[in-house]
Every structure is written in structure tokens, then in C-alpha cells.
């Protein structure tokens, strides 16, 4: 299947700290991304989709100001983490479709844990 | 998107046929059904996708029954490296589709 590197796998910042992850599609164009965060021992629920050179569609109850996202070109997209709290420790996945796959694929998520 | 119902968890002895039932009793004629699995503490990966045929790749087969209103994800010969949440999903895979995770079923695969 496709490749989704999502960077970084861990980070740990400090409260009131904007933190970026960046998630690059390596072998094909993603002119979709998905963003997922997931608490511990609950599925994943999505945050955001972006396609390429617009903005995000956020779902209901995600704040864009706080979770920026980013799709500039067709192969990266990132989301930034601003003014950072101890609640938005989670682990945050991002997943790549192609406009000629059906298929999403994912990266492999980013622990971020904030104190 | 239909809605799908999967059994919370099971168990698998390694070695042996691993089959997991999803019920998607209000898919559309246009709707594919979706299999992915998330192995603890990874992204998801994506296993196999049908539409009315039965399916067959490297990892799994998928079969769909006639009515299109359940399928089971079958891995022929379980390994402890199976171990994970599998998640069917159904959705038309238009280019506007979000892709929305349930619960899943919790695959234990146990030596």
C-alpha cells in the first residue's frame, strides 16, 4: 500500500506551547487528508478534512483557531497545536487519499503530551 | 454513511482461521464496505475493501453476503502479530466521504 510518514512520532511540550505535526504522503498525491485524535482505550474520532489548497472542514465541537490546519501542497499537511493544554494530550493520526484510490492510508500518529 | 455493528471482541488460537463479522444491514447500492485494523499504539493500516464480490488480497479475504447487509473479514491463519482492533466501515468513497471510525472488534490472537 501507500506510504503516509507522519513526524514527529513523540513530543512533549509545555502548557501554552504551539506544537506542529507534519504528515507527508511519499509515493502519491493525497488530495485529501484526515485528521484523527484519539484518547486512550476510545476509536479514533476525526477532527478535520482537508483538500489540497483549501481550507479545512472541521468537525462539529474541533476549534479551528486552536488546531490550525494546513494542506499547501499534495504531499504534506500539517496541523498545529496552539496554546497547548494538558487536555489535548492524545495521540493524533493522520490519514492520505489519492483521487484515484478509494482507500484512505495512515500515518503512524504522534503521542503529544503536554505538561 | 450506513451504520455498522461489530462484536466488541474475540479470540483466535494462532494458527487458525480468524473470522470477524460486520453487520451494514442499511448499505447503499453504491457503498463499498472497508476493512482496517490498529495494532496498539499505531495508526491504522488497511486491510482489504469490497463491493458485492468476495475479495482477496495478501493479508485477508472479505465476504460479502448476497444481500450486501453483512460481510466477515476472514485471516486464513492468525498470528500473534494479528492482535488488533478491526474496524469495518462503508462508505461510497466518493471524493466528499469522511472516513468515521466505530468501535470495532478487539482481535485477540492468543499462542
Known amino acids: 500500500g501507500a506510504v503516509v510518514s507522519q513526524h514527529p512520532s513523540r513530543v512533549i511540550c509545555k502548557s501554552g506551547t504551539s506544537v506542529k505535526i507534519e504528515c507527508r504522503s511519499l509515493?502519491?498525491?493525497?488530495?485529501?487528508m484526515f485528521w484523527y485524535r484519539q484518547f486512550p482505550k476510545q476509536s479514533l474520532m476525526l477532527m478535520a478534512t482537508?483538500?489540497?489548497?483549501?481550507?479545512?472542514?472541521?468537525e462539529q465541537g474541533v476549534e479551528k483557531d486552536k488546531f490550525l490546519i494546513n494542506h499547501a501542497s499534495l504531499t504534506l499537511s500539517t496541523l498545529t497545536v496552539t496554546s497547548a493544554h494538558p487536555e489535548d494530550s492524545s495521540f493524533y493520526i493522520c490519514?492520505?487519499?489519492?483521487?484515484?484510490?478509494?482507500?484512505?492510508?495512515f500515518g503512524q500518529g504522534t503521542r503529544l503530551t503536554v505538561v | 454513511d450506513a451504520k455498522t455493528t461489530q462484536p466488541t471482541s474475540m479470540d483466535c488460537a494462532e494458527g487458525r482461521a480468524a473470522n470477524l463479522p460486520c453487520n451494514h444491514s442499511t448499505i447503499s447500492g453504491n457503498e463499498y464496505v472497508y476493512w482496517y485494523r490498529q495494532i496498539h499504539s499505531q495508526g491504522p493500516q488497511y486491510i482489504i475493501h469490497g463491493l458485492k464480490n468476495n475479495e482477496t488480497n495478501e493479508m485477508a479475504s472479505l465476504i460479502i453476503t448476497e444481500d450486501r447487509k453483512s460481510s466477515t473479514l476472514i485471516l486464513p491463519h492468525a498470528t500473534l502479530r494479528d492482535t488488533a482492533v478491526y474496524y469495518c466501515i462503508v462508505h461510497s468513497g466518493g471524493s466528499n466521504y469522511k472516513l468515521t471510525f466505530g468501535k470495532g472488534t478487539l482481535l485477540t490472537v492468543n499462542p
Open positions: 509515493d502519491f498525491q493525497a488530495t485529501t
Open positions: 482537508s483538500n489540497e489548497g483549501s481550507k479545512a472542514t472541521y
Open positions: 490519514s492520505a487519499r489519492g483521487l484515484t484510490n478509494t482507500e484512505a492510508f
